[in-house]
């Protein structure tokens, strides 16, 4: 096996590298050649498979645009996580194809020039898999760097099926300038004839791909990464989306999908990272900052925390959590909708636990692990570099008015829009040089996690309902919810349609703010309630409603002035000594309890209402078209052969192209 080093750290380098190598690029440059000597040398061949991987990583302070290919937390906007317009949520014209929620994505055709975009990463690849075999590398490589591009191959044609449906298979390197028109003007094909290819491209990089790289080479794509893709390829093939008739069949080979990916995962390491104590939590948040060698990392995103101009690639997830007040961004504002979602620490719904009683008032109080690990709210603590007591209060207290209209003043300063701050993924070292940017960490894109909660899924589908429900106990143990009850909260004698509820909130807690919490919706029909998914779940639809945030208020009752009441330099007014005293008042002897002591005796938690937008009686707006995107104007021009998507207008009428078909 060759020694790669490691592919994220070098992909920068290779870009680099090649902008100044004439030979390598030349056929980058004019789309009508290919350079021979690309196959024959196993550096320039490796790094060929390399530049592949820089197309599909997302840039420098790129964050924001991953977890999701194409779209980022744009996606997250038409879900419960996070507030704000966007294409897919307006109430307009919701039909044509003139309009931004006819998403891009799909790309152009190719033209003379060279674009990071859909069929430029199509025609790199297939270029590389037409060739590779007649350059004379030793065969070993050869498997390697093919099973890698099958794999993106099978990537991109994968985030266009789950949002067009059909889309045309292109395996062969197109020549747009000097191609055959009748061999470039390709229809779409079915939705099913793309599922057949992805799962032919997945297969081949199982086959061709080893288990496990060395640490060198940690990050680059194993058959075990494949075969995960595979499974959540086929649970969605599996869902109502794509199966409307809820046929077993494709349920039992989503379930044998699972299992196949489970066993070579676990056979060569990989599994949930457990390390730490799991009553706390503390496994669930380290699995984030292991660099190398994690467990459970499948499929990872990877960054630096250099400097160089031409080399930096941080991760601007740090800055985009930590809050302004600090000189972080302050962009993630998480939903009172998304705290609500977690359940108490023995694993129950609040309001429904007999062990511990759920107050609004407090709400942080006895909840699952993930809870502390995935939200900052007033008064918990967050610890970076320079200051390891760092504690959040972004309380606010009437500056003036009556208890029919406050005025309210922020202790904190430039808050963000929820009140609500997102911890999850953050590093408690991370340094606030540069505003937080300098974060080197790996995203993981496909967790071990995510295979496991795929097999539960599938186990449900066909039946193996108490299967299904041991695996989401295996995800619950790991992150230290109290079994108290012998099954971790989730209850006894479900259904098959409980027991898929069961999983999908599972998902929800779990891979909150991960990009996973869109395609659930969507896969399993849950935006809307057109067909009856949401009332067959017992479950709300996202239709209609408004995400909130909250505020923590000072009771009025006890102060309304000018100066913060809970600070020592708030002036004669004030109504606290300190928040943060060195001795507690009597009685007290923690920091748990003195914070409940503020929110019982201080804070009052009143519902924020102005997240989405507040003109016109604006709520969430989804339209059932919307599950399958049209192809938008420009595309539709440049290539009139296409078929419109059904239900969308086109350049001579209604759509025609039905995902849904054979």
């Not at 009508?32 to 390399?50: I, K, L, R, S």
């Not at 599909?56 to 290919?69: E, T």
């Amino acid at each position: 096996m060759k020694n790669y080093k490691n592919i994220w750290g070098l992909t920068l380098l290779f870009l680099v590298f090649s902008a100044c190598n004439d030979d390598f690029l030349e056929e980058k440059r004019d789309l009508t050649g290919m350079n021979e000597q690309v196959f024959q040398d196993p550096a320039m061949a490796t790094a060929y498979v390399d530049y592949v991987y820089g197309l599909f990583s997302p840039a420098n302070n790129g964050r924001n645009q991953i977890w999701d290919l194409f779209g980022g937390f744009e996606f997250s906007k038409n879900t419960d996580e996070l507030p704000g317009g966007s294409a897919l949520n307006q109430p307009y014209s919701h039909v044509s194809f003139t309009q931004d929620h006819a998403l891009e994505y799909f790309g152009n055709r190719m033209g003379g020039s060279i674009q990071n975009n859909t069929w430029t990463r199509m025609r790199q690849i297939n270029l590389f898999l037409e060739n590779i075999d007649e350059g004379g590398l030793p065969e070993e490589l050869i498997n390697e760097l093919k099973g890698q591009m099958y794999f993106w191959r099978a990537w991109q044609y994968w985030d266009l099926v789950k949002i067009y449906g059909g889309v045309p298979i292109v395996l062969k390197a197109q020549n747009p300038i000097q191609g055959d028109p009748e061999e470039t003007q390709v229809p779409r094909s079915s939705t099913k004839e793309c599922i057949d290819q992805i799962k032919a491209d997945l297969d081949k990089a199982i086959e061709l791909l080893p288990g496990k790289w060395p640490s060198s080479s940690w990050g680059r794509i194993t058959s075990g990464a494949a075969a995960a893709l595979k499974s959540r390829v086929m649970i969605a093939w599996a869902s109502p989306l794509f199966n409307r008739g809820d046929d077993v069949s494709r349920w039992q080979e989503a379930y044998t999908t699972a299992q196949n990916a489970r066993s070579i995962l676990e056979s060569n390491g990989f599994g949930l990272f457990s390390a730490g104590d799991l009553e706390t939590g503390e496994a669930w948040e380290k699995m984030w900052l292991q660099k190398v060698d994690n467990p459970e990392a499948v499929m990872i995103y990877g960054f630096n925390n250099r400097t160089s101009d031409q080399t930096r690639k941080n991760n601007g997830w740090e800055r985009a959590c930590r809050p302004r007040e600090i000189n972080g961004g302050g962009q993630m504002a998480p939903t009172k909708q998304m705290l609500d979602a977690f359940p108490m620490a023995d694993g129950k719904n609040p309001g429904e636990s007999t062990v511990y009683e759920y107050d609004p008032g407090k709400f942080y109080k006895n909840r699952d692990p993930r809870f502390y690990k995935t939200f900052v709210f007033n008064g918990a603590k967050w610890p970076y570099r320079q200051n390891t007591e760092y504690r959040l209060w972004n309380y606010r207290w009437a500056r003036s008015g009556d208890e029919a209209s406050y005025t309210l003043e922020s202790t904190e300063q430039n808050p963000n829009s929820s009140g609500i701050y997102l911890r999850k993924a953050t590093d408690p070292n991370a340094t606030d040089e540069d505003n937080f940017a300098l974060s080197g960490l790996a995203v993981m894109e496909i967790r071990f996690a995510e295979v496991v909660l795929d097999l539960a899924e599938a186990a449900i589908g066909i039946g193996n309902i108490q299967e299904g429900l041991n695996a989401i106990m295996e995800i619950r143990e790991r992150a230290g919810i109290q079994n108290l009850d012998g099954t971790f909260g989730l209850g006894m004698g479900m259904g098959r349609d409980q027991a898929f509820a069961a999983v999908l909130n599972e998902r929800k807690v779990e891979f909150a703010y991960e990009g996973r919490r869109y395609w659930d919706l969507r896969r399993w029909l849950l935006l809307d309630d057109t067909y009856g998914t949401t009332t067959r779940l017992g479950m709300e639809p996202i239709n209609g409603t408004r995400r909130q945030g909250i505020f923590v208020v000072v009771n009025p009752n006890l102060y309304i002035g000018s100066d913060d009441p809970l600070v020592s330099d708030g002036g004669e007014d004030a109504i606290l000594a300190d928040r943060t005293p060195d001795d507690y008042p009597a009685g007290i002897e923690s920091e748990e309890e003195y914070l409940d002591y503020l929110y019982e005796n201080y804070f009052q938690i009143v519902l924020k209402d102005d997240l989405d937008p507040t003109n016109n009686d604006w709520v969430f707006t989804w339209y059932p078209e919307y599950y399958f995107s049209g192809l938008n104007q420009e595309v539709m021009t440049a290539s009139p052969y296409l078929e419109q998507t059904k239900g969308w207008d086109g350049l001579n009428g209604s759509g025609t192209f039905d995902p849904l078909a054979d």
